[in-house]
């Protein structure tokens, strides 16, 4: 069972702790994220934005996220003048930018080898934005 998150933001250092994993972040629609997703978004005004562009309740909530392998991580990646307090909506200049983080082990799950060796390899549909499973 996965678990979902939402951030504002996802700085690179903020990653899995070990050497033998990948991380990927694939560009998705905002409709993309679902509804049950815990908010790690820290700016009230960024989650009151938010709130509107996505259609459900994002609440304002400093959480340290470090994605898993049971986890995604859905980031809203803010560009644009600073949002004034209670907007509702992004600046003319604004926008925002959605990704879906996830990470894998560096082997593979079929064969247990590096992804390039296997012809049925989970890691090559996931590189390529595909279900794994």
Same mark, same amino acid.
């Given at each position: 069972m996965f678990k979902y998150y939402l951030r504002s933001s996802f700085p690179t250092y903020a990653g $899995? #702790?070990?050497n033998n994993m990948f991380i990927r972040y694939k560009r998705i629609d905002?409709?993309?994220?679902? #509804?049950?997703?815990?908010?790690g978004?820290?700016? $009230?005004?960024i989650a009151r934005v938010l709130s509107n562009i996505l259609g459900?309740?994002? !609440?304002?909530?400093?959480?340290v996220i470090a994605p898993s392998n049971d986890s995604i991580v859905y980031v809203a990646k803010y560009t644009g003048p600073k949002i004034p307090k209670g907007a509702t909506a992004v600046p003319s200049s604004g926008y925002f930018?959605?990704?879906e983080v996830t990470t894998r082990k560096v082997h593979c799950?079929?064969?247990g080898d590096f $992804?390039? !060796?296997?012809?049925?390899c989970s !890691?090559?549909?996931?590189?390529?934005?595909?279900n794994p499973n």
């Open positions: $899995p #702790r070990s905002p409709n993309d994220i679902p #509804r049950d997703v815990t908010s978004v820290a700016n $009230p005004e459900f309740e994002v !609440h304002a909530e400093r959480l930018e959605f990704f799950y079929n064969c $992804p390039t !060796h296997c012809t049925n !890691h090559r549909r996931w590189f390529a934005g595909q």
